[in-house]
């Protein structure tokens, strides 16, 4: 069983950055393929970034690409979001997740194929 916590998430105006952390537990997720999500009022849960077991693959939303960054440190059990650029939105709650498979068990996309879900963390962006 993985514990997953999500961290850093706040108030930011557009244009400003944000850096979530997803600190797992109860076992390593090292090796473990992870993504973020994220989920605004009224919307479906959509994909943002997910990134392989290794860290050595990652993939983003067309909506997302050249302003966020994800990463790993399998070292401390810990995945990141870096937010740039940020837009209202981008205004959500973002959702880390983790997929025992090393690499993705599925659709690195779909958020129906990962094991492990943290609490959220809410993003807002003012304009």
């Known amino acids: 069983q993985v514990q997953l916590v999500e961290s850093g998430g706040g108030l930011v105006q557009a244009g400003g950055s944000l850096r979530l952390s997803c600190a797992a537990s109860g076992r390593t997720f090292s090796n473990y393929a992870m993504g973020w999500f994220r989920q605004a009022p009224g919307k479906e849960r959509e994909f943002v970034a997910a990134?392989?077991?290794?860290?050595?693959?990652?993939f983003y939303a067309d909506c997302v690409k050249g302003r966020f960054t994800i990463s790993r440190d399998n070292a401390k059990n810990t995945g990141y979001l870096q937010m740039n650029s940020l837009k209202p939105e981008d205004t959500a709650v973002y959702y880390c997740?983790?997929?025992?498979?090393?690499?993705?068990?599925?659709?690195?996309?779909?958020?129906?194929?990962?094991?492990?879900w943290g609490q959220g963390t809410q993003v807002t962006v003012s304009s």
């Open positions: 990134i392989s077991g290794s860290g050595g693959r990652t």
């Open positions: 997740a983790a997929d025992r498979s090393p690499w993705f068990s599925g659709r690195y996309s779909s958020y129906s194929i990962y094991d492990y």
